[in-house]
């Protein structure tokens, strides 16, 4: 079977038209017919759709370009490279760790490769609650279908690691359901690495399929480019205004950009979206930028297994349990999903938060953790709305994220089904992520342990690497951003196609549900502005401002 070209090994042969804003020198004005802002899955596959229906697409990214040609498996290089903030952003409080990807392709470029449709209860309550039309399961399936063809989405045909056969063991020991995890992979060397790159090119993220793809259209692509504003004009956005980034892809330059574009799409994601319409003045009569902003807390328990599971080898996420998600219904109590991470031992270490001997001794058992995750389903209850993003003194975004005490309850039960899973499965000890938790050699003790604990921020382990809502998509203007197709509802040109539009979390992982979604809306885009190109006999690249 022939080896696939890399990403540098395309852009030579089709003479990709890319441009590093840090080589920058002067101010430039660039014109298109559809300027993208964000390279993530939303970004991706609208910049596919729309070039090839022969528009003109700018693509903007705040990361750098990163390719396999880079990606070693080295964690405090990746981390670095191709995170927001090198992998430290974090709740406004600090007491919730944010994973978000910060690279050409965005996260699809670090995630694990999980790939869900969207659950059929969630669709059904964004109908129902939230006035979302076109999405109900029967008219997003031909959507999903398209894009698991296109990004190769299968169940996990090989056995699952050491890792993933825990949370497997320990459900069937409990007689709870389980299944196999599908993933966005074609010949995948099951390395383990996925959280920092795939360097055999097999992760179908963006940047290897959608992106490529475009740039072979002609599409343009600036990185190390920040959308610092939007420019608006009555009832329209006239162009984005970016800031050039030096080549630490943090500080700006000096140089500015200003790309016009009839049509405007914004795909940062949650968090980065929405926070641009907000630096941008944008219109916002309700009071409805930035919030609902639903993440997906997630817990995590670990466990010390008898035999090695070396948990940074093989397929992260290959099998996961709805058994706790919907069991009383959409707006019960707070449902969610187990799955296993990998741990490799730096951002393992970090996630563990020990220090000094407890770190040296727990990391000399390192190949035998084991730890499984509970992802938090929040969004759906009236005492889970999700967070508020804002802009700090600097105009950088930060989310404030809240805990409340129905959401507690569900980390208390997940620590609870966690441990259960574990020792099940043949655990010798298990520690819930907790501060005030220790290592239990029996469940009988972990259980009464995690009865008693303070759930508190700061004390509770809480991270997350599922970004949702923050422009939320619905009819009604009064509690929505944009409306079904994802056009803002204040200016008639400017979209929003990411997972910023959901009006809660999923309850599954999201990239394929951000996949399809965007595939449905650019398609509608795309069919919009069908004979719309403006520049495509006579494409200007870019000229100096006057």
Same mark, same amino acid.
């Given at each position: 079977?022939?080896?696939?070209?890399?990403?540098?090994?395309?852009?030579?042969?089709?003479?990709?038209?890319?441009?590093?804003?840090?080589?920058?020198?002067?101010?430039?004005?660039?014109?298109?017919?559809?300027?993208?802002?964000?390279?993530?899955? =939303?970004?991706?596959?609208?910049?596919?759709?729309?070039?090839?229906?022969?528009?003109?697409?700018?693509?903007?990214?705040?990361?750098?370009?990163?390719?396999?040609?880079?990606?070693?498996?080295?964690?405090?290089?990746?981390?670095?490279?191709?995170?927001?903030?090198?992998?430290?952003?974090?709740?406004?409080?600090?007491?919730?760790?944010?994973?978000?990807?910060?690279?050409?392709?965005?996260?699809?470029? %670090?995630?694990?490769?999980?790939?869900?449709?969207?659950?059929?209860?969630?669709?059904?309550?964004?109908?129902?609650?939230?006035?979302?039309?076109?999405?109900?399961?029967?008219?997003?399936?031909?959507?999903?279908?398209?894009?698991?063809?296109?990004?190769?989405?299968?169940?996990?045909?090989?056995?699952?690691?050491?890792?993933?056969?825990?949370?497997?063991?320990?459900?069937?020991?409990?007689?709870?359901?389980?299944? %196999?995890?599908?993933?966005?992979?074609?010949?995948?060397?099951?390395?383990?690495?996925? =959280?920092?790159?795939?360097?055999?090119?097999?992760?179908?993220?963006?940047?290897?399929?959608?992106?490529?793809?475009?740039?072979?259209?002609?599409?343009?692509?600036?990185?190390?480019?920040?959308?610092?504003?939007?420019?608006?004009?009555?009832?329209?956005?006239?162009?984005?205004?970016?800031?050039?980034?030096?080549?630490?892809? /943090?500080?700006?330059?000096?140089?500015?950009?200003?790309?016009?574009?009839?049509?405007?799409?914004?795909?940062?994601?949650?968090?980065?979206?929405?926070?641009?319409?907000?630096?941008?003045?944008?219109?916002?009569?309700?009071?409805?930028?930035?919030?609902?902003?639903? $993440?997906?807390?997630?817990?995590?328990? %670990?466990?010390?297994?008898?035999?090695?599971?070396?948990?940074?080898?093989?397929?992260?996420?290959?099998?996961?349990?709805?058994?706790?998600?919907?069991?009383?219904?959409?707006?019960?109590?707070?449902?969610?999903?187990?799955?296993?991470?990998?741990?490799?031992?730096?951002?393992?270490?970090?996630?563990?938060?020990?220090?000094?001997?407890?770190?040296?001794?727990?990391?000399?058992?390192?190949?035998?953790?084991?730890?499984? $995750?509970?992802?938090?389903?929040?969004?759906?209850?009236?005492?889970?709305?999700?967070?508020?993003?804002?802009?700090?003194?600097?105009?950088?975004?930060?989310?404030?994220?809240?805990?409340?005490?129905?959401?507690?309850?569900?980390?208390?039960?997940?620590?609870? /089904?966690?441990?259960?899973?574990?020792?099940?499965?043949?655990?010798?000890? /298990?520690?819930?992520?907790?501060?005030?938790?220790?290592?239990?050699?029996?469940?009988?003790?972990?259980?009464?342990?995690?009865?008693?604990?303070?759930?508190?921020?700061?004390?509770?382990?809480?991270?997350?690497?599922?970004?949702?809502?923050?422009?939320?998509?619905?009819?009604?203007?009064?509690?929505? /951003?944009?409306?079904?197709?994802?056009?803002?509802?204040?200016?008639?040109?400017?979209?929003?196609?990411? =997972?910023?539009?959901?009006?809660?979390?999923?309850?599954?992982?999201?990239?394929?549900?951000?996949?399809?979604?965007?595939?449905?809306?650019?398609?509608?885009?795309?069919?919009?502005?069908?004979?719309?190109?403006?520049?495509?006999?006579?494409?200007?690249?870019?000229?100096?401002?006057?």
């Amino acid at each position: 079977m022939a080896v696939p070209d890399t990403f540098k090994q395309l852009a030579q042969k089709h003479a990709f038209k890319m441009t590093d804003a840090s080589q920058l020198d002067t101010d430039q004005v660039v014109e298109a017919d559809v300027v993208i802002v964000g390279t993530g899955a =939303g970004g991706g596959v609208t910049a596919e759709v729309l070039t090839n229906a022969g528009l003109n697409v700018v693509l903007i990214e705040e990361g750098g370009l990163n390719t396999s040609d880079n990606f070693n498996m080295d964690e405090a290089q990746a981390y670095a490279d191709l995170y927001q903030e090198s992998a430290g952003r974090a709740t406004k409080d600090g007491a919730i760790s944010i994973f978000q990807g910060r690279t050409v392709g965005g996260t699809t470029v %670090v995630n694990w490769t999980s790939s869900f449709r969207t659950p059929d209860q969630t669709l059904a309550h964004w109908a129902t609650e939230f006035g979302v039309q076109g999405f109900t399961s029967a008219e997003m399936a031909p959507w999903f279908t398209q894009m698991e063809e296109r990004l190769k989405v299968e169940k996990w045909a090989i056995e699952p690691n050491a890792n993933n056969q825990v949370l497997r063991n320990g459900c069937e020991a409990k007689q709870w359901s389980w299944d %196999v995890i599908p993933r966005n992979v074609s010949g995948c060397w099951n390395i383990g690495y996925c =959280g920092m790159g795939c360097p055999t090119n097999a992760k179908q993220s963006m940047l290897v399929t959608t992106i490529p793809a475009a740039l072979q259209k002609g599409a343009r692509l600036f990185y190390r480019t920040r959308a610092h504003r939007i420019l608006f004009s009555e009832h329209k956005a006239e162009a984005v205004e970016c800031h050039a980034l030096k080549a630490d892809g /943090v500080t700006p330059s000096g140089v500015k950009l200003r790309i016009k574009a009839p049509h405007i799409v914004l795909a940062g994601g949650a968090i980065n979206s929405p926070a641009l319409l907000l630096r941008s003045d944008a219109p916002d009569p309700h009071d409805r930028i930035g919030k609902r902003t639903t $993440i997906h807390p997630v817990t995590a328990s %670990v466990a010390t297994m008898p035999n090695k599971v070396e948990a940074f080898y093989g397929a992260p996420q290959s099998i996961y349990s709805d058994e706790f998600q919907w069991r009383n219904g959409a707006k019960g109590d707070m449902g969610f999903k187990l799955e296993v991470p990998p741990v490799h031992p730096g951002m393992g270490s970090q996630i563990l938060g020990f220090h000094g001997d407890r770190l040296a001794d727990t990391m000399k058992t390192f190949p035998h953790l084991q730890a499984t $995750i509970a992802l938090l389903r929040d969004g759906f209850h009236e005492q889970s709305p999700g967070g508020n993003v804002e802009l700090d003194h600097a105009g950088q975004p930060i989310l404030d994220y809240s805990i409340s005490d129905y959401m507690w309850q569900a980390v208390r039960k997940s620590y609870r /089904v966690m441990a259960e899973i574990q020792f099940e499965a043949g655990a010798e000890r /298990v520690y819930p992520l907790h501060h005030d938790a220790r290592y239990y050699t029996d469940l009988k003790s972990c259980l009464a342990a995690i009865d008693k604990l303070p759930l508190e921020l700061h004390r509770t382990r809480l991270m997350t690497a599922h970004l949702m809502g923050g422009c939320t998509m619905g009819n009604n203007p009064e509690n929505s /951003v944009v409306n079904s197709d994802g056009r803002f509802h204040w200016a008639e040109n400017l979209w929003v196609i990411d =997972g910023s539009v959901f009006p809660t979390s999923i309850g599954a992982n999201p990239q394929l549900s951000i996949y399809g979604m965007a595939l449905k809306q650019a398609t509608a885009l795309a069919k919009r502005l069908e004979g719309a190109s403006l520049l495509s006999a006579n494409p200007l690249f870019m000229k100096p401002s006057v």
